[in-house]
């Protein structure tokens, strides 16, 4: 298997890492609004 240049490797690790913000913020969401509906 050969090694991937560093700049496509940047940019994979770059995606992998948006994706998990755009997880962890929508998740995020999710919990503040059913906190919310809960304690409300």
């Known amino acids: 298997m050969s090694r991937p240049p560093?700049?496509?490797?940047?940019?994979?690790?770059?995606?992998w890492l948006l994706v998990a913000v755009m997880l962890g913020y929508g998740v995020?969401?999710?919990v503040i609004?059913?906190?919310?509906?809960?304690t409300g």
């Open 6 to 15: 560093e700049d496509q490797t940047a940019r994979l690790w770059l995606s």
């Open 28 to 30: 995020t969401q999710t």
């Open 33 to 38: 609004t059913a906190a919310k509906l809960f």
